[in-house]
């Protein structure tokens, strides 16, 4: 589909998607704006200062039975508001109620306790799905039960206790929800937020506290009103005509005439971006998703994905004071631009004293630091495997697989089993046409060993664990299963993609059929806020030589708030509807006159067998009288699945399931 800017200017903004639909495959698009704004309320490039997300600090320090330090974080997930458009404000979804949410920064070796406590709404105040959430931390070998495993979900007043060994080398990662086919509205309205890991080889290299800069970049579409609009184009993917960075729309920031590091993080959940500076000078690329690089890549333009990660130098030294440098977006095949989607942020150079502290102030940094990942060979893979990505009937698949076709086998289900320790390359095809897709590989880094057939691009020569795999790309990665046995996910990371249907697992040393200490959903379940919930040591150590964690100079802080405090008191909504069972419809599908499928989780503690418990479903659908479509048990893993041969004749668009334990989900229909 190819669309002139007359004819998107004669559209108008959202009405393209009327006009033409995005279920054919999308080329490039350019139109004058997406959002309903009046003209006083619409915000223009650089009239606002960056700011800089506030760094958590630990509530307390608790010893292990083995001697180590273990820092306790809290975080509240709550409904919040931001000063985003002129004279306006908008409703978000905050960690702690900020966007971006606080950065967390640790040093290697450093174990954490995150206490992730769920305040939110029971139901999304505009788009009226069921707020349960589940955090996963992008870029971290995590054990599977604190990994974010899609339908690992923390309903309204319980807390998820997640634990991270911080054992990888240096990196920036990421926190954001993954809840199951909720994850891109959650993400869009705000829970995103940077996790930095340090280690002594990058702090003796790269410029550091406040020339280490992190930049969330995201796009944004907004009602008259000032709320966040949401139009994914038929699950194609979301482009707002509004970037912001941390949160501001096209902020200027000012520099010292001296090298400063920047970590940008594309937390868009569809946009991807081509980053380059006005004065085309180059900038010299230093890390990537799994940290440092090898060598430093000199770049004049690279193509940023959704949640990949690039550290990048850039040097105000060359320019005189007075200077405006801009960090523009060249775009790429795929997306929908607007009038000023091209611009992102500007640097003022100022004539300030310039302070000279610290590693690469002056100089770049060439020689990096080796990595597991770039590592290895192909002669060490002991495996290769193909996989797709496509649209099948409108539902997007990965390897052929689908989210709920893991979920229907009891999540025994998998694109993968290699063992602990295999090493394998991975070989994953976009040949559909029309769209790019971020390929997000959990647990694992991994090294890109060539793009059709040709060598990776320059920026690329780091440890990844996401791959832009654009429009008739085909990539090989090589990469080792170490760490940890258990299910993990791999996914595409546009995430109207993965949340319709892009999710496949892989287990690494472990027969699904067989019952799983580190199971991601019965492993570490959430418990009611405030109620605490002892440290178990976990069943299954990463298997790299752990090292000896070091004082961070935060880890004896002072909370700086209440929401950090572990005294701190959620709300009184929180705590009085707070439930035993945690039910969410995870497919609702109907065909119509044909089939109709629903099937979800009910999550409670303690075991329950299999038939003791059931599920009904309703049909809700507006303007009609509430119908029972059918009652079906919960099995033993806590899923359940109704399927109504033949379905209402009428097509139901809305359903209600409510379990014999107590719990209540609605859920949209989708139409097939």
Partial sequence: MSISRRQALQIGGIGIIGAFGLAVPLRSVEAKSASQLAAGNMPRPYQRALTIPSVLQPARTTVDADGHNRHHYRIEQRLSSANIVPGLSTPILGYNGTFPGPTIKVNQGDRITLMMDNVLPLLHPQWGYRLDTSTHLHGAASLPQFDGYANDLTGLGYCKDYEYGNFQPARTLWYHDHAVHNTSQSVYSGLAGHYHLHDEVERSLLPQGKFDVPLTVSDAMFAANGSLAYDDNTHSGLWGDVILVNGAPWPVMKV??????????????????????????????????????????????????????????????????????????????????????????????????????????????????????????????????????????????????????????????????????????????????????????????????????????????????????????????????????????????????????????????????????????????????????????????????????????????????????????????????????????????????????????????????????????????????????GTVSINSLGGWSLQAKPGPRQQVTSVRAVSSRGGTATSQVRRD
Avoid at 287 to 298: E, I, K, S, V
Avoid at 561 to 573: F, L, R, V
């Fill in 256 to 629: 010292q005439r001296r090298i400063y590091r920047f970590r940008i993080l594309n937390a868009s959940i569809s946009r991807s971006y081509r980053f380059s500076l006005s004065t085309g000078d180059p900038v010299t690329m230093v890390a990537t998703d799994g940290g440092l690089m090898p060598t430093a890549q000199q770049v004049t333009s690279w193509r940023h994905s959704s949640a990949e990660r690039y550290e990048v130098l850039i040097d105000f030294s060359k320019y005189p004071a007075g200077k405006r440098v801009e960090l523009r977006n060249l775009s790429n095949d795929n997306n929908i631009d607007y009038d000023n989607t091209g611009r992102v942020m500007a640097f003022d150079v100022t004539d300030e004293p310039v302070d000279t502290s610290g590693p690469a102030a002056k100089v770049m940094p060439k020689l990096l630091a080796p990595s597991t990942a770039m590592s290895l060979t192909p002669s060490q893979s002991v495996n290769n495997r193909h996989m797709r990505v496509k649209r099948d009937n409108d539902i997007w698949t990965f390897g052929g697989m689908t989210w709920d076709e893991v979920v229907e086998s009891g999540y025994r289900k998998v694109l993968a089993d290699p063992d602990l320790n295999d090493v394998e390359i991975w070989t994953i095809e976009n040949s559909s046409g029309g769209w790019f897709h971020p390929v997000h590989i959990h647990l694992v880094d991994f090294q890109i060993l060539s793009r059709n057939g040709r060598a990776p691009f320059n920026y690329e020569r780091g440890p990844k664990d996401v791959v832009y795999v654009g429009e008739g790309e085909t990539v090989r990665l090589l990469m080792k299963f170490e760490h940890h046995r258990g299910r993990y996910m791999i996914h595409c990371h546009n995430l109207p993609h993965e949340d319709h249907d892009m999710m496949a697992q892989f287990s690494v040393g472990i027969d699904t059929n067989d019952p799983d200490p580190n199971h991601p959903i019965d492993a570490s379940k959430p418990h009611p806020i405030n109620q605490t919930v002892p440290v178990e040591e976990p069943t299954d150590e990463p298997t790299t030589e752990t090292p000896e964690p070091t004082t961070s100079a935060t880890a004896t802080a002072e909370p700086t708030d209440t929401a950090t405090s572990p005294e701190a008191t959620p709300t009184a909504t929180a705590t009085a509807t707070a439930q035993t069972d945690v039910l969410t419809i995870t497919t609702a599908r109907h065909r119509l006159n044909k089939d109709m499928d629903v099937t979800g989780t009910s999550r409670i503690d303690g075991a329950v067998p299999t038939g003791s418990a059931s599920v009904k479903v309703y049909d809700i659908t507006s303007g009609r009288a509430e119908t029972l479509l």
